[in-house]
């Protein structure tokens, strides 16, 4: 085991009003408990707004590591950040960016899943926080969380383990594909 699941979240899509404007975003996500069936193009009981940037078969699932959290609550003072918060389906433990590789294949409770890029984030990042300025600050941050594609359906829930199957160590890491497209 090289990590773990600290939470599984889920959201529906909703509507928020944005520039005057009425935007659907699912970046709205809360805990769940039990098991939670993930298929190839997502979690039972999750849903993306615009298919167009967000979910689909190379982004099933987006995974964020509990460790930026506090980074972010002290940046972010008198925000309650709870597990979800920055719209990920997976909180993990001990996979962090610098050591995530694109092409990493790991075995989550029962799916299997393979890393494919870091979340670029788009405006509603900045609408969650109500902070356009959140987007840059998640940007130059580094702290990206990593999108996967779904090798092997199954389940998972909290607490289970995470495991490396396969790296491929001359793949670059997902720290250093999100500081590249950054600097852009």
Same mark, same amino acid.
């Given at each position: ?24 975003? =699912?970046? !709205?996500? %809360?805990?769940? /408990?039990? @098991? ?8 039972? $009981? &999750? ?36 597990? =979800?918060? !920055?719209? %990920?389906?997976? /909180?993990? @433990? ?8 694109? $092409? &990493? ?36 941050? =580094? ?42």
């Amino acid at each position: 085991m090289i990590g773990k699941i600290v939470s599984v979240n889920a959201g529906h899509a909703r509507s928020v009003l944005w520039n005057t404007k009425e935007v659907t975003t =699912g970046i !709205f996500k %809360e805990p769940v /408990t039990g @098991q939670v069936s993930v298929h190839s193009f997502g979690l039972d $009981g &999750d849903m993306q707004a615009d298919l167009t940037v967000h979910g689909g078969p190379s982004k099933a699932v987006y995974a964020y590591p509990s460790e930026h959290y506090e980074y972010w609550r002290e940046k972010l003072q008198n925000t309650q950040l709870s597990w =979800g918060y !920055f719209g %990920e389906n997976l /909180t993990t @433990q001990n996979l962090l960016e610098n050591s995530v590789r694109v $092409g &990493d294949h790991f075995r989550i409770g029962s799916i299997e899943a393979i890393v494919t890029q870091p979340r670029f984030p788009c405006y509603k990042l900045g609408i969650k926080f109500g902070d356009m300025n959140m987007v840059k600050r998640f940007q130059t941050s =580094g702290r990206s969380g990593f999108y996967m594609a779904i090798a092997k359906e199954g389940k998972v829930q909290e607490g289970d383990a995470i495991e490396l199957i396969n790296q491929n160590r001359s793949n670059p890491t997902i720290f250093e594909i999100f500081t590249a497209q950054a600097d852009r």
